[in-house]
């Protein structure tokens, strides 16, 4: 595996993550950006929530000035939401991620260097779910895939497809859901955070991985 640039920087958006304790535990200096910080992560920059314009475009702003010339940057877009509200849906998963993906990639191109983002899909987007979940994380693909022909040689642009992973929403299932989902996959269990953040790590020091996606789903989706 290629190793890491020693001026690389690690930005992560959704510090309320599970998946932010074990990204922090991994990068030490990443710098995290959300409304709470549970985990008390230690670089933990408060933004205002992702469910309104104002917010993404505060969000962006706040990551835009923490970039320079010089330096490597890789971001990581953990934000979701399972709501029945199409609104909220369509704002944190699809509108944020978009926007501020793309104001990563404009900073990058405006500072001369380059990085990588990581988005966070879901394997809903295939396998179908909750509509407003499901249809918006399937809209990544296209974000990805614009990103890519928009600003090829400044970003590298890749999205990690999870299955069920331990923790977060999960916790609260009862042993016959948590069974019945578990026996779809071919390891017979759910993911756990460390699993899904080994991919992360992975396709963010591979300099030649770009416009992929990483199957997390153990056989979910084929």
Known sequence: MTKSKTNSKILVVGSSSFLSKALSILFEDAIFFGRSNPH??????????????????????????????????????????????????????????????????????????????????????????????????????????????NFSGHVRVNQILPGVIEGGMTKDWDLEKVGTISKKTYAGRFASADEIVDAIKFVILNDYISGSVINMTSGQVK
Do not use: C
């Not at 505060?58 to 330096?71: E, H, N, V």
């Not at 509200?85 to 998963?93: L, R």
């Open 40 to 149: 008390n992560l230690r670089n933990w920059n408060k933004s205002l929530p992702l469910n309104s314009w104002d917010g993404i475009v505060k969000t962006s702003a706040a990551i835009a000035d923490s970039i320079a010339p010089g330096d490597h940057y890789h971001l990581i877009l953990l934000q979701g939401v399972s709501t029945d509200d199409w609104e909220e849906s369509i704002y944190v998963n699809q509108i944020s991620v978009a926007e501020i993906a793309e104001s990563f990639a404009k900073s990058l191109q405006r500072n001369h260097t380059s990085g990588s983002i990581t988005m966070i899909g879901s394997a809903s987007s295939t396998l179908g779910g909750k509509v407003q979940y499901s249809s918006t994380k399937a809209a990544l693909v296209g974000v990805q895939n614009s990103l890519l022909k």
